[in-house]
């Protein structure tokens, strides 16, 4: 996104960068600060930057202070970078009463990972694992609906093991990215449903 305008070789490549790319890059910003946190986060914005030239860093200056967070990591690989966002759930694995859910991620894109967990008798839990690079968590208030923030994934893991309690025959189902929020470019390792009597799933 950082690249000049003149610099494209076709004007679709500029389009989709300046507008469907600029677009879902604020869109996406909310699994990271939290939906309200983004939407006051554009108020403050244009408090504080109308009438003038701003650039990327007054954004991020911006969002971060409205947050709390630190987003250089998120500013620098959107925008700098054409790294590729891909998540997976690895395993679901049942192991002394508890459940173990093993994800890994396959490209080379950061993002902080929420996970949702279907119960059979309807019940639902929202759990959202901050990346380490954020130095924090987004709070509770920031979002509409209720969730559980577990330990930071490390920037430098390839997998991330998120440990709840109760059995598998519970589980209905295990999703990554459960609102669709992010630029996942495979939603298929993305989800894993358990029909009665599955003993869990281990990726082949």
């Not at 969002?63 to 987003?71: A, F, I, V």
């Not at 509409?144 to 490390?154: E, K, M, S």
Request: net charge negative.
């Amino acid at each position: 996104m950082s690249t000049h305008a003149d610099h494209y070789t076709t004007n679709f490549g500029y389009g989709a960068t300046s507008y469907s790319k600029g677009e879902m890059f604020l869109h996406q910003l909310a699994p990271v600060i939290g939906d309200r946190n983004v939407h006051e986060g554009l108020k403050r914005y244009y408090a504080t930057c109308r009438f003038k030239h701003p650039e990327p860093i007054d954004v991020q200056r911006v969002m971060e202070k409205q947050s709390g967070l630190q987003l250089d990591w998120y500013f620098d690989g959107w925008i700098n970078t054409t790294r590729k966002l891909d998540y997976g759930i690895r395993s679901v694995l049942a192991v002394n009463g508890e459940l173990r859910i093993e994800l890994e991620r396959l490209g080379e894109q950061l993002m902080p990972v929420d996970v949702r967990v279907e119960y059979r008798d309807g019940r639902n839990a929202s759990y959202h694992i901050p990346l380490s690079l954020e130095r924090g968590v987004k709070k509770a208030t920031a979002e509409a609906l209720p969730f559980t923030a577990v330990d930071p994934w490390q920037w430098t893991d390839p997998t991330y093991l998120l440990i709840i309690p109760g059995p598998l025959a519970a589980v209905a189902t295990v999703t990554i990215d459960p609102l669709g929020r992010t630029a996942e470019i495979d939603v298929t390792n993305n989800r894993v449903e358990f029909p009665e009597g599955t003993e869990g799933f281990a990726k082949p």
